[in-house]
């Protein structure tokens, strides 16, 4: 099933980032035995593109306020770049498909540029309790920001000097595509709770 985000979501869930390396998710009480696997899907793959656009907001609005900026100004400061080089990173950035799958591989997580959220819920997860999915959901998220940071420094060690040997970058390619076909292999995917947002 497949979805576009309209809104935050049910309010059952609330995310809070610190620091971009770390996700909590919590549940309002009482809330989360009221979810099924395709809804909890659905409302964390929304939640997760909700959260990096107000998370991304706050950035911008911290850099304003650090620098001095007008509205203006920070429009001007964010507006894409002419440098053909540095379009073709952003765009290749953008691009980029993180992939986190928990220790109990009870949730998936995939997300396009942080802009395009997956989130498959194995059946059976609710009834396993909220602590534990939480701690499934936390792994996931977890394996999701690794996922992203490690591509992303291949990325940028492809477009600017970061000084990592070649066969390094070659090893972390290859360790990451046989990565990719292992956790979305064909026939590994729970189905049905499958959910895809975008913005």
Do not use: C
């Not at 396009?112 to 959220?117: C, K, P």
């Not at 909220?130 to 992303?152: M, Y």
């Amino acid at each position: 099933m497949r979805g576009r985000a309209g809104n935050r979501g049910d309010g059952g869930a609330r995310p809070a980032v610190h620091d971009y390396t770390k996700v909590d998710v919590t549940f309002r009480p009482g809330t989360f035995a009221g979810y099924d696997e395709a809804r909890l899907a659905r409302q964390l793959a929304r939640l997760g593109l909700t959260t990096w656009v107000a998370y991304h907001r706050g950035r911008s609005q911290a850099y304003q306020k650090s620098k001095g900026l007008t509205d203006a100004e920070l429009a001007e400061a964010e507006r894409p770049t002419t440098d053909p080089k540095r379009r073709a990173y952003e765009r290749e950035l953008n691009a980029i498909e993180g992939l986190g799958v928990s220790p109990g591989r009870a949730v998936r997580i995939r997300a396009r540029g942080l802009m395009e959220w997956t989130v498959d819920v194995l059946p059976g997860s609710v009834a396993k309790g909220e602590e534990a999915f939480l701690a499934e959901l936390h792994g996931a998220i977890v394996a999701l920001l690794a996922d992203r940071r490690n591509k992303i420094i291949v990325l940028k060690s492809k477009y600017f000097d970061l000084g990592i040997p070649r066969k390094w970058l070659e090893v972390m390619a290859e360790l990451q595509a046989r990565a990719a076909a292992r956790k979305w292999a064909p026939g590994t995917r729970p189905g049905p709770t499958n959910q895809t947002f975008f913005w």
